[in-house]
Each structure stands twice: as C-alpha cells, then as structure tokens.
C-alpha cells in the first residue's frame, strides 16, 4: 500500500542552522508528493510540492527534490529562523486513488532556538 | 477572511452525546475531506465528498456520518460519541481543475470526549 514516514522529532536547531527533514514514501506508480506546514493552532498550509520524478519544490527558502531512486522527498532550508518552528508533514497522492486524498507522515515538530 | 472555516474551534463533550462539526468554504471548490489528527498518525480521512450528491467513506469512517448541505459546507457528525475519538478535526477542499493536487485546510476542531 502507500505510505510516508519521515523522522521523528521533535527537531532543535539554533537560529541560522542548516534544516533536513527526512522523508521516503511507498506508492504504486508514481505519486504526487508534498511538504505542508502547520504553525501552532493553525490548519495545515501546503509549503511546496512536486509532480515527478526530479523535480524540485521550493518555497519560502524551502525546497525538497522529488528522487524516485531512492523514493524520497527530504526537505531542506539553509538558513532557518524562529519563525519557522512549526510541525512539518510529507504527505503523498497517489494519482491511481479516484478519491484523491493525501497520505501523510506522522510529523515532525521542528523547534527553532534564537 | 479565512477561505476554509470551522466551527466550533474547541469541544469538550461526554460519552454517548451528539455532536457536529461544521466546515464551510468560499473558494468555490467542488471537494471536501474530513480528516482526523492524532499524535504520531499524522492525519487520516474520515469521509469525501465530490459534490452535494456525491459522499464516500475515507479509511476511518465508522462512528462518524457527515452531510453535504450545499457546496460550500460539509458536517462531520459523531451519533454516540466516545472517548477514543477525542482528536484534532480538520476540513479541507481541493479544486479538480489545475490545482487538484492541492488541499486547502481549515484551522481544526479540537474535539475532547470525556
């Protein structure tokens, strides 16, 4: 079946620091993946996402590259800052599924430290 | 003003009661989830709708009902209510045109049954 897992956290950086978040994904065929974000007691907002294979999503500093090699979506920042610390989900559409829905990870809260 | 709403924010509630959690939306889309958020599950569909005729069951639909009054608001209703369903509701739309991948998320109902 599908699925997403992606590290837990929750993740501590200091303000500045590189971000990785891992993320690899099981599908049949070839899925859409995405990065949302949700802010402390707010819904889910998409951050970005990506189509097919090799293709980079990117948003806000953020990006994350579609590798069906190694079935993967890992999202990135250089440089992060508090505003960032929120819960971060990879979440997946399997283009096969008439219902459209997303499968997602279980989250990974980030925490970012002046 | 918020495209995706629901109310109420907060629920507090006792075993065997009836609740509804409504959604409502003014970007027009077709389609509307309701999804559950537990911690370290990430979120799970509950039901979909396609359109005011159109209702199917997520991955997660027993002890849960929902109605598609018009198209911009969709009820999730729990009959008899129990402790196991405490958890963060969310809403959400999706357009079947050229964003259908994306879901556009509401900011949650968090529902507590003692």
């Known amino acids: 079946g599908n699925s997403v897992t992606q590290m837990e956290g929750p993740v501590t950086l200091s303000e500045e620091a590189f971000l990785t978040i891992n993320c690899t994904y099981t599908?049949?065929?070839?899925?859409?993946l995405f990065w949302y974000v949700q802010y402390p007691g707010e819904g889910l907002q998409l951050l970005l996402k990506a189509t097919k294979a090799d293709d980079k999503g990117s948003n806000k500093g953020f990006e994350a590259t579609y590798r069906k090699e190694t079935t993967s979506f890992h999202l990135e920042k250089g440089s992060v800052q508090v505003s960032d610390s929120a819960v971060y989900f990879c979440?997946?559409?399997?283009?096969?599924?008439?219902?459209?829905?997303?499968?997602f990870g279980s989250g990974t809260r980030l925490l970012v430290r002046p | 003003d918020a495209d995706v709403t629901q109310t109420p924010r907060n629920r507090i509630t006792k075993t065997g009661k009836r609740i509804m959690l409504e959604c409502s939306q003014t970007k027009g889309h077709d389609r509307m989830y309701w999804y559950r958020q537990d911690p370290g599950l990430g979120l799970r569909l509950i039901y979909y709708s396609f359109d005011v005729k159109d209702i199917n069951k997520g991955e997660i639909s027993d002890g849960y009902s929902v109605s598609r009054q018009a198209q911009a608001k969709f009820s999730l209703s729990l009959e008899s209510a129990i402790p196991n369903q405490t958890a963060l509701y969310f809403c959400a739309t999706s357009d079947p045109g050229t964003s259908r991948d994306t879901q556009y998320f509401g900011p949650g109902t968090r529902l507590t049954v003692l």
């Open positions: 599908a049949t065929g070839y899925p859409s």
């Open positions: 979440a997946l559409r399997n283009p096969m599924d008439s219902s459209y829905k997303l499968i």
